[in-house]
Nanobody
């Protein structure tokens, strides 16, 4: 099983990035797939999740609602996180993770597989 994130980088405040998580060794449509982020000196927190159990998309952090959009392409076995209106406080390493039962949970512990992360830095 491998999850590979890409799309991070340095962007000015107000800019946009689209993160990609490509999976191999498993079929994302059978899992709950989540994006987490971890800022410097902070705990890793859930940002959003697509559930295979109920088909819903969840957004866990109020500051990203309306700015971030998660989507999935089953044909490509890939999920995306479109981030618009980026702010310096969005600076973090972003990770994708999968949970085999299929239900989204906003905590780290039930997720079985993790990518290596992609760095997002937003300058003011």
């Amino acid at each position: 099983v491998q999850l590979v994130e890409s799309g991070g980088g340095l962007v000015q405040a107000g800019g946009s990035l689209r993160l990609t998580c490509a999976a191999s060794g498993l079929t994302l449509d059978h899992y709950a797939v989540a994006w987490f982020r971890q800022g410097p000196g902070k705990e890793r927190k859930a940002v959003s999740c697509i559930s295979s159990a109920d088909g819903k998309i969840y957004y866990y952090e109020d500051p990203v609602k309306g700015r971030f959009t998660m989507s999935k392409d089953n044909a490509k076995n890939t999920v995306y996180l479109q981030m618009n209106g980026l702010k310096p406080e969005d600076t973090a390493t972003y990770y994708c993770a999968v949970e085999e039962v299929g239900y989204c949970v906003g905590t780290v512990w039930p997720y079985d597989h993790w990518g290596q992360g992609t760095q997002v830095t937003v300058s003011s």
